[in-house]
Nanobody
Framework: VQLVESGGGLVQAGGSLRLSCAVSGSLFSRMGWHRQAPGKQRELVAR??????YYADSVKGRFTISRDNAKRTGYLQMNSLKPEDTAVYYC?????????WGQGTQVTVSS
């Protein structure tokens, strides 16, 4: 199973970015996005499984997670970005009970 993330970059506060996570090698049951800011622990941002989704309180109403099963790709639409959203974002998928992680993509939000 391989994951390729894309869509990160530099954006001004209030702006938007859409992260993509293309999965090859297998179907997946669950997809999540985590992030890790410098000096902080990695945290779960959003997760989707079947029709159920979860969002961290810090991103509710601003981020939307989705998946396209036909394309085996997941997305994280991030709106109204804040400087505190600056982090490396990681995609993770669950295949037969095992988690697979992407390489991470940097998101930087300037004030």
């Amino acid at each position: 199973v391989q994951l390729v993330e894309s869509g990160g970059g530099l954006v001004q506060a209030g702006g938007s970015l859409r992260l993509s996570c293309a999965v090859s090698g297998s179907l997946f049951s669950r997809m999540g996005w985590h992030r890790q800011a410098p000096g902080k622990q990695r945290e779960l941002v959003a997760r989707v499984a079947s029709d159920a989704s979860y969002y961290a309180d810090s991103v509710k109403g601003r981020f939307t997670i989705s998946r396209d099963n036909a394309k085996r790709t997941g997305y994280l639409q991030m709106n109204s970005l804040k400087p505190e959203d600056t982090a490396v974002y990681y995609c993770v998928v669950t295949v037969l009970g095992r988690d697979y992680w992407g390489q991470g993509t940097q998101v930087t939000v300037s004030s």
